[in-house]
C-alpha cells in the first residue's frame, strides 16, 4: 500500500508593508471617530452657567460702621469692658433626636440614664462666660459653629469674651456633630442642640429669658433657619458672612468666583459647573438642597457683618434677599455693616495665621448694636453703611441635580480606577516575568511583543500618564489657592501650572488620540495580512495569533493582556478626561 505523503503546514508568507499614504488615508477617518465622540461626552457633560450680571454693588448709605441708638431716659447702656468676666464649663449629654439626656457642671458629663442605651449621643462642653457684678436680668447670646469641627475652647473666645465684658452672658459650646460629616450634617438636630442651649441661659437666674440670642456664622446661617423655626422666641440675631442660599447655589458661588480669582484657567472653572450639578441626594447627602430663604428666618432684629475681602459669600444678591425677606415677614429692624479689608470671618489678614484681629470697630459696633437692640431703643445710625458691598458674578440659582450625569459619572471613575490598578498589577506580573527570564538568561522573550506593538504602548501609556498627573497637579494648585484665598490670603501674581496646564493637556491629549488611531490603523493593517479580517478567516490564523506563532501583538498571552488591559485603562483616562470638558475646544 502506497504511503500517502503528509501535507505540510501553509507557511504564511509575511504581508507587504503598507505605505505611509495608505496608514494615514486609515487613521485619518478612526482619529475623527475618536475625537468625535469624546468632544461629544465633553459637549454632553457641560452644565449651563450664567455668570451674569457681574460686577454687581450694593451703595452703603454712610461710610461710617458705627451704631447709635437714641437714648432719651439716658439709660446706662454698657460698653466693652465695663465687666470683669467668669468662666464656668457645663456638659450636656444631647442624643442626635435632639433630646437632652443629661446634664452636668464642669467638664466631666453626667452618668447616662439606662433608658439612653442605642442612641448616639455626643456629650457637648459649654463654656459660660458672665459678666462679674452685673445686676440681674442680663441678655445672653450662643455662638453657633460655622464649617469644621469647632469646640468650645477654640472657638469665638475673644467676642464671646468682650460681649460678656459688655454685660452679657455668653455661650460656646463644641459644635454639635455626632457621626456626621461636613458633607451629611444633621442641621435639624444641630439646631435642637443649639436651642438647648438656649434655653439652659434662659433657665439661669441672672439672664433675661425673653433676650436670648444667637451669634451664628457662615455655615450655620444654614441652621440658624432651623433654630428659628423650632424656637421663635429668639429674640436677636447677628448673622457673620451668612450663606444666605441652599449650600449647592452659595458653594456654587464661592468655588466658581474663587477659582477666577485666583487665575485659573476658564477650564477648570467648568469643572465647578459639573461637580455643583451632582445629584447629591441619590448618595445620602440631603444637605445640598436645602430650602433656606424663608421670612421667618429674618423675623427678628438682625445685624449682618460682611467683610470686602471675603470671597465665599454672594453679598449684593445676599443682602438683597434677606432685607426682603425681613420686609415680607414685617420686620424693618435690620442693620447691615461691611467693613474694608476684612475675611470671611471678619478678620485681618490670613487666617491659617493665628490670632489675627477683627476688623477696626466690627466688636464694638456689634456690641453696641446688641445692647441698644436689647434696650427697646430706636436705632438713629444708618441701616446699611460701610464699604460698598460688592460681588463678582451672579449666584448659580439655575444648577440643578443632574441624575444621569451623577451616574455616568461615578460609574465612569470608578471604571478609570479599577482599570488602572488592573493595568497596574498586570503591569507588575509583566515585570516580574522578566526579571524572572533575564535573570536565567532564559532566551524566549517575556512578553513577545511584534509590529512595534510594545513602543506604541509604552508612548501612548507614558503620555496619557503625564497629562494625567499635571492634570492632578492643575486642580490640586487650584485647590490650595482657593483654600489661602478663603483665609484671607492675597492670590498668587504667577498663577503657575494652574493656568497653562489645561491647554498643555488639551494638546497632549490630541496627540494621544492621534497615537490611537495609528495604533488602530496598524492593528487593522496586520489583521488583514495575517488573514483575520476576512471572511472566512485565513486557514489557520486564528491558531496562529492564540499559540503566538503568528503574533499580531505579542507572542505571549501576558503581552496581549497587558497590552489590551492598559490600553483599556488609558482610553478611560481619556473618558474622564471628556467628563470633565477636556475636550471642548
Not at 74 to 100: F, P
Not at 545 to 571: H, K, Q, Y
Amino acid at each position: 500500500m502506497t504511503d500517502v505523503p503528509k501535507q505540510e503546514e501553509p507557511v504564511t508568507a509575511s504581508p507587504a508593508p503598507w505605505s505611509r499614504g495608505r496608514r494615514l488615508m486609515l487613521s485619518l477617518p478612526i482619529f475623527v471617530i475618536l475625537m468625535a465622540l469624546l468632544v461629544t461626552i465633553s459637549g454632553l457633560t457641560t452644565v449651563p452657567w450664567n455668570n451674569e450680571p457681574t460686577g454687581q454693588t450694593f451703595a452703603t448709605l454712610s461710610p461710617d460702621t458705627a451704631v447709635t441708638f437714641a437714648n432719651p431716659d439716658g439709660i446706662r447702656l454698657d460698653a466693652r469692658g465695663d465687666y470683669q468676666v467668669s468662666e464656668r464649663y457645663v456638659t450636656m449629654s444631647v442624643a442626635r433626636d435632639g433630646s437632652l439626656v443629661a446634664q452636668a457642671d464642669g467638664r466631666d458629663p453626667a452618668p447616662r440614664p439606662a433608658s439612653a442605651a442605642g442612641q448616639e449621643i455626643q456629650d457637648i462642653r459649654v463654656l459660660v462666660r458672665e459678666p462679674v457684678g452685673a445686676a440681674g436680668g442680663r441678655p445672653g447670646v450662643v455662638f453657633m459653629h460655622g464649617a469644621g469641627y469647632g469646640s468650645c475652647d477654640d472657638s469665638f473666645g475673644d467676642v464671646a469674651r468682650d460681649l460678656a465684658s459688655a454685660g452679657f452672658v455668653t455661650a460656646v459650646l463644641d459644635k454639635p456633630v455626632w457621626s456626621t460629616t461636613d458633607l451629611d450634617r444633621d442641621y435639624p438636630a444641630s439646631a435642637k442642640a443649639y436651642d438647648l442651649v438656649i434655653d439652659y441661659l434662659r433657665s439661669l437666674p441672672g439672664v433675661d429669658a425673653g433676650q436670648v440670642g444667637i451669634y451664628a456664622t457662615s455655615e450655620s446661617t444654614w441652621i440658624s433657619g432651623y433654630l428659628l423655626a423650632d424656637d421663635p422666641d429668639v429674640a436677636f440675631q447677628v448673622l457673620l458672612s451668612p450663606m444666605v442660599y441652599s449650600p449647592r447655589h452659595a458653594l456654587g458661588f464661592f468655588v466658581s468666583q474663587d477659582f477666577a480669582l485666583v487665575g485659573a484657567h476658564d477650564g477648570y472653572q467648568s469643572i465647578v459647573r459639573r461637580v455643583f450639578s451632582i445629584d447629591s441626594g441619590m448618595l445620602g447627602f440631603a444637605n445640598f438642597d436645602i430650602s433656606v430663604l424663608d421670612p421667618a428666618t429674618y423675623a427678628i432684629p438682625t445685624f449682618i457683618a460682611y467683610g470686602s475681602k471675603d470671597v465665599m459669600t454672594a453679598q449684593v444678591e445676599g443682602a438683597e434677599a434677606m432685607v426682603t425677606e425681613a420686609q415680607r415677614a414685617g420686620n424693618r429692624n435690620m442693620t447691615i455693616r461691611s467693613y474694608p479689608i476684612a475675611n470671611h470671618v471678619l478678620r485681618l489678614g490670613d487666617e491659617a495665621q493665628s490670632d489675627t484681629p477683627f476688623a477696626d470697630r466690627y466688636v464694638d459696633d456689634l456690641i453696641d448694636w446688641a445692647v441698644g437692640t436689647t434696650h427697646g431703643l430706636t436705632q438713629t445710625s444708618e441701616r446699611v453703611a460701610g464699604a460698598t458691598i460688592y460681588q463678582s458674578i451672579a449666584v448659580p440659582t439655575g444648577l440643578r441635580p443632574n441624575r444621569a450625569g451623577t451616574i455616568y459619572g461615578l460609574a465612569l471613575h470608578a471604571l478609570m480606577i479599577l482599570s488602572l490598578l488592573a493595568a497596574a498589577v498586570t503591569g507588575l506580573v509583566a515585570l516580574g516575568r522578566w526579571i524572572w527570564r533575564t535573570a536565567r538568561r532564559r532566551s524566549a522573550p517575556a512578553l513577545g511583543y511584534a509590529h512595534g506593538f510594545g513602543g506604541m504602548l509604552l508612548t501612548v501609556t507614558l503620555a496619557t500618564l503625564a497629562a494625567l498627573v499635571v492634570f492632578g497637579a492643575g486642580l490640586g494648585q487650584v485647590v490650595m489657592g482657593v483654600v489661602h484665598l478663603a483665609w484671607g490670603a492675597a492670590p498668587a501674581e504667577d498663577p503657575g501650572v494652574m493656568q497653562w496646564s489645561w491647554p498643555f493637556i488639551e494638546v497632549v491629549c490630541t496627540a494621544v488620540v492621534w497615537a490611537w488611531s495609528r495604533v488602530i490603523a496598524r492593528l487593522i493593517e496586520v489583521s488583514i495580512g495575517r488573514g483575520v479580517l476576512r471572511w472566512p478567516p485565513s486557514r489557520g490564523a486564528i491558531a496562529g495569533i492564540v499559540t503566538g506563532r503568528e503574533p499580531v501583538i505579542a507572542a505571549t498571552r501576558l503581552g496581549r493582556a497587558l497590552f489590551w488591559i492598559t490600553s483599556f485603562a488609558m482610553f478611560s483616562v481619556l473618558l474622564v478626561f471628556a467628563f470633565w470638558g477636556l475636550f471642548v475646544y
